[in-house]
């Protein structure tokens, strides 16, 4: 589940010995969007100290600094390099990004993920950065939910796409409100292209 205080609420009343376990995906984007405010406001700082010719290009860099750094050519690092000689905050935010991604990607079980967040937040403390003050609220009012994630790797991607397939074609056939046609279209959709190549 996303963190959504009233739904945990609700299945933990349903559903007493449920496992709840808060999806992967829904962290990342605040952890993401922390880094990303960063950027905005280091972009904004920089620029108002340089005149228009000598401005640092904010539109080119945003997609290199949502990337990890081993999905980018020498050239896309080297100007991410320049720039974080510029402002060496945002560097240590994006390795400290890097780093929780890693976590999530790479802890095998829920102690060892457990270890790797304690160890997380004493750097992102020692680092003085605050960009991250709200995603630490998150990771402590949510660690179990999160944790939990750990031990069955569950996720929500799947209902979640099938979910955004249903709305795109009620959208695209302008409310469609026959169950068989909207099953058929959605079959289509899904099967479709498999058939096809």
Request: net charge neutral; hydrophobic share 40%.
């Amino acid at each position: 589940m996303d963190r959504g205080e009233g739904y945990a609420r609700a299945v933990a009343a349903a559903l007493p010995d449920a496992q709840i376990v808060v999806d992967r995906f829904h962290v990342a984007v605040r952890y993401r969007e922390a880094v990303d405010a960063l950027r905005q406001a280091e972009c904004r700082r920089l620029n108002a100290e340089r005149t228009p010719e000598r401005a640092v290009p904010t539109a080119e860099l945003r997609p290199l600094l949502r990337r990890e750094w081993w999905s980018l050519n020498p050239d896309q690092q080297g100007r991410l390099v320049e720039l974080f000689e510029l402002t060496p905050t945002l560097a240590s935010a994006y390795v400290l990004r890097t780093l929780l991604t890693a976590i999530f990607e790479h802890s095998p079980d829920r102690a060892t993920a457990q270890t790797r967040f304690q160890r997380w937040t004493e750097q992102v403390e020692a680092s003085g950065l605050n960009c991250f003050d709200q995603f630490l609220n998150t990771l402590h009012h949510w660690r179990e939910g999160i944790l939990n994630d750990f031990e069955g790797r569950h996720a929500s991607g799947f209902v979640e796409g099938l979910n955004n397939k249903l709305k795109l074609l009620k959208r695209r056939c302008f409310g469609l409100d026959d169950p068989t046609e909207l099953f058929r279209r959605l079959w289509l959709d899904i099967e479709g292209p498999r058939l096809w190549v």
